[in-house]
């Protein structure tokens, strides 16, 4: 067994919750974590609400904490720190505008001034029909003694039941389908190839969905002979989720299983 996890979620109000977890592992450290989320009065859709702050941190003292701001109807920001024993290791900040048909996005990560180093990505998607959305991406780094840039086209067909996407770049291609088979089965797969490293991956993935016995299944296998499931159960009418998982890859003769429980 690799260990244990405990995960308690307390709602203090309608803007406010707050996620403590304990894991307790015989192959690694054991530790806690403490979340805490604040949810603001403007809602632009399901997942969208503003502002937003989000921290997180665990018993070695190593911070996470994000921010997220609306500017206007099409421009929104966002803002993430990650600091390690009093120190801080990332900053980051992001700026989205959507349009009626595209979509631009900036985002500068690390910036240093005085030692003239950072990396900045810049992205921009064009939806040319319904379903075909077609765009290019742009990262920059540059820092003390190095600099270059490298630039990915991609692209992306989507249908009722299926979706497909092909980014190449520089770093060489990445492609994924995904495919909904009905309401209960969800398939995918992605490929991804590097010519200048001759290097190439494979993975596939499934999802069944099981209403009736409120659970959810999960597969994978990939290119370096892993296997892995995990297996979600609902347990009403108690906030009660069970999670159970196994992966093992025959290549490096390894497996590893838990379980998991959810207290929402």
């Not at 920001?77 to 990650?82: G, I, M, P, S």
């Not at 630039?151 to 492609?175: D, F, Q």
Request: overall charge neutral.
């Amino acid at each position: 067994m690799e260990g244990v996890k405990l995960i308690v979620t307390k709602t203090l109000s309608s803007h406010f919750q707050v996620t403590h977890t304990v894991h307790m592992s015989t192959l690694g450290p054991s530790g806690y974590r403490f979340n805490a989320t604040f949810l603001g009065d403007r809602q632009l859709g399901p997942t969208e609400v503003f502002p937003t702050l989000l921290g997180d941190m665990d018993s070695a003292g190593s911070l996470n904490a994000q921010v997220l701001q609306l500017l206007g109807e099409r421009l929104r920001t966002k803002a993430v720190f990650q600091a390690q024993r009093s120190r801080f290791v990332t900053w980051q900040f992001d700026a989205e505008y959507r349009g009626d048909d595209c979509t631009a996005a900036l985002t500068l990560g690390n910036p240093d001034l005085l030692a003239g180093s950072g990396i900045l990505v810049a992205h921009f998607l064009q939806s040319v029909t319904a379903r075909l959305v077609l765009g290019a991406e742009l990262v920059y780094h540059r820092r003390p003694g190095e600099e270059g840039a490298i630039l990915t086209l991609a692209g992306k067909y989507s249908a009722p039941n299926w979706e497909a996407t092909l980014n190449v770049g520089y770093g060489g291609a990445h492609a994924s389908y995904y495919h909904r088979a009905n309401e209960q089965v969800q398939v995918g797969v992605e490929l991804e190839a590097n010519p200048r490293l001759q290097e190439s991956s494979f993975a596939f993935g499934y999802q069944l969905n099981l209403p009736r016995a409120n659970a959810v299944f999960r597969g994978l296998l990939d290119s370096s002979w892993s296997v892995g499931g995990v297996l979600e159960k609902r347990l009403p009418p108690l906030p009660v989720t069970l999670a159970l998982g196994a992966f093992l890859n025959h290549r490096r003769d390894r497996f590893h299983c838990g379980f998991g429980v959810t207290v929402a």
